[in-house]
């Protein structure tokens, strides 16, 4: 890190900043702060007076480091994530990667602290034992069955129950145990049968959450059907297939146009949500099918595109 900032110093000036502001948090988490000293870090960073609620209530610190009284504080932004700054000007280049690395800080320390932690952990490793899962299970009340859900840190504002974070390939993942669900987006949901059935689930909620778009915040294992199936092939062995392949040279706005005409009932009532004239889209229909290949609106084309669909967004 040392010396990748060092360089970054010299050849991109605002890319080194934002290694510092990374460096800077991780080093407060490694040394094992509190969550005040996290807002502090971000009020010191951003010249500005940072706000985050833990556990229920608001942490103020203005610029210079010093807790200011709540009884003051404006209307909390309806857009804050855990951390916000109060800032009467414009935004800094900055102030993104601060409040991010800020909340994550504050996810990894507050996880820490829970006593669950260590128990949600055991209970969604496919490796543990059945005596040391179903221990963990018991130290958490668990009832079957058992929801589980994967989320960008640091979960569902509204989530209460046991959780843990996991580093995955895909970066930190929140996952938590419990009925609550998320009001919003993104997030990842499965559900466990039995207690020996959690660990995949945990890894059906992961799989979900990468299958989420902004048509799709909230994917729910049990709404893919027999889907999840071919999303847990593709992770074993994923070979580029021609379907996929072909999906991915569409650009943003033709793949969301495709979305809407294979979800209507016809192209007329797809051109009806899309204010297009149904010649138009009937153009547009067949050019499609001449580059997929396949009518996606056959019924066997229907299948086709939402598998090929679904793999893109996977991957």
């Keep these: 890190m040392r010396e990748l900032l060092g360089r970054l110093t010299v050849l991109d000036p605002a890319a080194s900043e934002s290694v510092k502001i990374i460096d ?21 960073l951003g010249q500005t007076t940072a706000a985050a609620r833990v556990r229920g209530k608001v942490v103020r610190v203005d610029a210079d480091g010093r807790r200011v009284s709540e009884a003051d504080a404006p209307d909390e932004p309806l857009a804050a994530a855990g951390v916000w700054f109060e800032r009467a000007d414009d935004p800094t280049i900055n102030d ?20 669950t932690t260590s128990a949600v ?9 059945w005596v040391d899962r179903q221990g963990a299970a018991q130290r958490l009340k668990l009832t079957v069955p058992v929801r589980v859900i994967a989320a960008p840190p640091p979960g569902p504002p509204s989530f209460a129950g046991p959780a843990t974070v996991l580093a995955t390939g895909q970066g930190a993942v929140w996952v938590g145990l419990g009925d609550a669900m998320p009001t919003h987006g ?18 059906d909620a992961l799989l979900a959450l990468r299958l989420t778009d902004e048509r799709h ?25 021609p379907d996929v ?4 040279t569409l650009d943003a706005r033709t793949l969301d146009a495709l979305d809407v005409v294979v979800d209507s009932e016809s192209i007329r009532a797809a051109a009806t949500v ?17 580059t997929l290949g396949y009518d996606p609106l056959s019924p066997r084309g229907r299948a086709r595109y939402l598998t090929a669909r679904l793999l893109l967004r996977l991957r």
Excluded: K
């Excluded at 209970?123 to 543990?128: E, G, M, R, T, Y």
């Excluded at 993104?186 to 890894?203: F, I, N, Q």
């Excluded at 049990?222 to 070979?239: C, K, M, T, Y």
């Design 274 to 290: 899309l204010a297009l004239h149904h010649s138009t889209l009937q153009s547009r229909h067949d050019a499609w099918t001449r």
């Design 245 to 248: 392949e072909r999906l991915a």
């Design 24 to 44: 800077y948090f991780d080093s407060l988490v490694a040394g094992g702060c509190g969550a005040e000293a996290i807002v502090r870090g971000a009020a010191i």
């Design 186 to 203: 993104p997030a990842g949901v499965s559900t466990a049968a039995g207690l020996e059935d959690v660990p995949r689930a945990a890894a």
């Design 96 to 115: 993104a990667m601060i409040l991010d690395r800020a909340r994550l800080a504050l996810a990894i320390i507050e996880t820490r602290s829970l006593p």
């Design 217 to 241: 915040p909230l994917v729910d294992t049990d709404d893919l059907g027999a889907l999840i199936l071919v999303a847990r092939a593709h992770e074993r062995d994923s070979p580029p297939h």
């Design 121 to 129: 952990d055991r209970v969604i490793d496919p490796d543990a034992s």
